[in-house]
């Protein structure tokens, strides 16, 4: 049984979808235990419309809410009996297995590194969300969480997230890509001139070069690094452009009876591809590189981003992720002092 702890006050939608996000994900898997983290009296209140299995959810209460708009560091500091920091404590004091949340980003990833801690040797925990590609999926790593990252924090990303491509997602040798502005070596700024030949020099990895922005949709590589503020801008646009080229074609589709027609008879494909296409069935963004599990996923998540966030969780604890994660990490580094680096 995986417990995971879920922050019931985070997110524009708390606490309503937390809660039917929680019960959908109890309902479709027998093997998940849940925890609701929060306002005690609200969310009992807000449970009595579901039914579930009341030995797999309950909730641990939490007096505070910590708004996005406050200082992470502070915040997680002065509000001890926040959603968040208890979320975290659960997973830290190993009652829980992994902790999904909704609300602030900032405090989410100092919280994580403070209260759960960083495995040792890992530099800093990158967020790394799935996203579709024409061939499936790949990892989008950093996404907002190192803004300032150096050449060594992208080289731990790639095997960070090549561990988590192959273990969790059953890719063999991920193909590894750095986000570029040209495929040419000499292209790039200062931080892709130094770390494509680390890249290079790393036997651990597949890395395949570098990848234009226009290349990920269509699956070029199943790893793509990059720093938080170029990730955080591909995975907005992303999800800005997929919007709206759903709702330029419902539009179309819409606008005569021929259209109207026409989108009876391709109907069922249409599903198809907007559901494969769709970035929340792929749950939240883990923290990687922490002790225990962190996941955040998107303010506006509704109750389906939330249940697949919570189911996410499993295969993570069932490959044992952060282990994993950890033995490659002194593997390089025995590899290291061999070498006298």
Do not use: W
């Not at 799935?130 to 990892?139: A, D, E, H, K, Y």
């Not at 109750?303 to 499993?314: D, L, T």
Request: some cysteine; charged content about 25%.
């Amino acid at each position: 049984m995986i417990t995971v702890a879920v922050d019931a006050m985070g997110g524009d939608n708390a606490p309503d979808e937390m809660i039917k996000g929680a019960v959908e994900a109890l309902a479709m898997r027998s093997d998940i235990a849940v925890i609701l983290v929060g306002i005690e009296s609200v969310i009992r209140e807000k449970m009595k419309a579901y039914s579930y299995e009341e030995s797999r959810l309950r909730v641990v209460p939490a007096s505070e809410v910590i708004a996005t708009e406050e200082p992470p560091v502070i915040a997680i500091r002065t509000k001890k009996d926040s959603s968040i920091v208890v979320g975290l404590n659960l997973v830290k004091k190993g009652e829980a297995d992994a902790f999904v949340s909704c609300g602030s980003t900032g405090a989410v990833l100092v919280g994580g590194q403070l209260i759960v801690g960083k495995i040792k040797g890992v530099k800093r925990p990158p967020l790394a969300p799935l996203i579709p590609t024409t061939n499936g999926v790949s990892l989008l790593i950093d996404c907002g969480a190192n803004v300032d990252a150096r050449a060594e924090h992208l080289v731990q990303f790639a095997r960070i997230g090549s561990i988590y491509m192959e273990h969790v997602i059953g890719v063999k040798n991920p193909r590894v890509a750095i986000v570029n502005i040209g495929a040419e070596e000499e292209k790039g700024n200062a931080l892709v001139k130094e770390t494509m030949p680390l890249l290079k020099e790393c036997a651990d990895i597949h890395f395949t070069g570098s990848i234009e922005a226009r290349e990920i949709p269509s699956g070029q590589a199943d790893v793509i690094v990059c720093e938080a503020f170029v990730g955080n801008v591909i995975l907005k646009l992303y999800e800005g452009v997929g919007k709206a080229l759903i709702g330029q074609m419902k539009g179309a589709m819409l606008s005569s009876v021929r259209g109207k027609l026409g989108a009876l008879l391709v109907k069922p494909s249409l599903k198809q591809v907007m559901k494969k296409m769709d970035s929340s069935e792929y749950g939240g963004a883990p923290l990687l590189g922490l002790n225990g599990l962190v996941v955040k996923a998107h303010g506006s998540s509704k109750s389906k981003e939330v249940k697949n966030a919570i189911i996410q969780c499993i295969t993570f604890k069932e490959q044992n992720i952060s282990e994993k994660i950890r033995e490659s990490l002194n593997q390089e580094q025995n590899r290291r002092n061999e070498n006298g680096v």
